[in-house]
């Protein structure tokens, strides 16, 4: 089938992220379909952004046909990130009638960054007559509610939730790394076919597997030289990861026990500023490592942490990508999120506590600390076999074709 993903931020293992439409459509093309990517030229999330002459210019990865749109450079959340959106959306618009006669799209993607991706696959869909589907990632405008804080009646998260209500009533289907956005299309009343497949990771050899960074390795050299167990957060420096909270568990830990931040991000100076005087020693920040270096860093760790405010947003899934990580390093794992979904429970691979209390997370430091090395080693392979068995980008990227391929069936029926 000839498949068009319409993700702005995509990227691939040279660029950086956002990885999971290079991911996926990789393994398309490897079972024989033709995939094209469009995507704008400039991402916050990447680590490297192509340069190209033209709009439209195409570039192809692995057998993927990425397909380049000029947008403007930004630096922060400013006007200029704004500028950026609206000249993608524009572009494409514009040249929705050439790409829907050049790329014959069977099944056009929205993998939404923002929900009025839908507008353009629909506009797309009406020429080429291809079937459409909404692909969940952020929950728009739930995160500006329940994490940012922004008001209903706000004429912005008014705006938003008018896209949104949009495109999921302007699909044919629904696909989420959210396990629950089903939730979220019974309060808008929407009725559609729903699937959940979440974020995974490589696991067949075709991605680079680095090691660790010198500096870092060393740094962990020197810590277990002095008796330290060490709990790992790695991931981006954002409000919605419950960092505050993992910062301030530093003061209820024992002398022996520290905490390592990986990562960056805009929040970074302020969470330095946060550790107390008396956890000084306690609290390392990391820089953040290459996408390559993820598993061999995390395994440098005795156990590692994720965890989110609690919030409304997280009834409809947690769809974090470290968790996948997290069990693919063979570490045990302290979760807490107030989730219907927690697949740390299902595999039984690590502690699951209250959300959003520094207490708890150093008791379940505390936990693992005193558990037996044996049994910390099997809690983590318990979660590296669960991550092997599930959660595999073949195996994903196979149940998001059969979700294609039933509406592709249905068309036939139609006709």
Not at 26 to 45: C, F, I, M, N, P
Not at 374 to 395: I, S, T
């Amino acid at each position: 089938m000839n498949i068009l993903l319409i993700n702005h931020y995509a990227g691939s293992d040279e660029l950086g992220m956002e990885f999971r439409p290079y991911y996926m459509s990789r393994e398309w093309v490897k079972q024989g379909h033709d995939v094209t990517v469009l995507a704008a030229t400039y991402s916050h999330l990447r680590k490297v952004n192509p340069v190209v002459e033209k709009d439209f210019t195409e570039q192809y990865v692995d057998g993927v046909r990425y397909l380049w749109v000029k947008a403007p450079a930004y630096k922060s959340n400013n006007h200029m990130r704004m500028v950026n959106i609206i000249t993608f959306y524009n572009k494409v618009k514009h040249r929705a009638k050439e790409l829907a006669e050049k790329y014959k799209p069977d099944i056009i993607i929205g993998s939404s960054t923002y929900p009025h991706d839908m507008r353009l696959v629909n506009y797309i869909a009406d020429i080429s007559g291809g079937k459409r589907i909404f692909e969940v990632h952020d929950l728009w405008p739930a995160t500006m509610i329940y994490v940012h804080g922004f008001a209903e009646n706000n004429l912005f998260t008014k705006y938003i939730a008018k896209a949104e209500k949009f495109a999921y009533e302007n699909t044919d289907a629904v696909v989420s790394i959210w396990s629950h956005v089903n939730i979220r299309m019974q309060e808008l009343g929407v009725d559609k076919p729903y699937h959940y497949i979440p974020n995974g990771i490589i696991i067949d050899g075709s991605s680079k597997v680095d090691e660790a960074p010198e500096e870092l390795k060393a740094q962990v050299e020197a810590l277990r030289a002095q008796g330290k167990f060490i709990t790992m957060y790695l991931g981006g420096f954002a409000a919605a990861n419950a960092l505050e909270e993992f910062i301030d568990s530093a003061d209820y830990l024992d002398e022996n026990q520290v905490i390592m931040l990986v990562g960056d991000g805009m929040m970074k100076d302020e969470y330095k500023n946060r550790v107390s005087e008396k956890s000084r020693d306690k609290v390392i920040f990391v820089p953040k490592v290459n996408k390559t270096q993820v598993k061999k860093t995390l395994e440098l760790a005795d156990c590692c942490y994720i965890g989110a405010k609690k919030s409304l947003l997280y009834r409809y899934g947690a769809g974090m990508n470290k968790i996948f990580d997290y069990m693919y390093a063979s570490r045990p794992i302290i979760f807490g999120i107030e989730t219907p979904s927690n697949p740390i429970k299902e595999a039984d691979c690590g502690l699951t506590i209250e959300a959003g209390s520094p207490q708890a997370i150093a008791e379940a430091i505390k936990t693992l600390n005193a558990a037996p090395k044996q049994e910390l080693e099997e809690m983590g392979r318990r979660g590296y076999d669960f991550a092997l068995e599930n959660y595999g980008y073949k195996r994903l990227s196979g149940m998001f074709i059969n979700a294609m391929q039933s509406l592709l069936d249905e068309r036939k029926e139609e006709r």
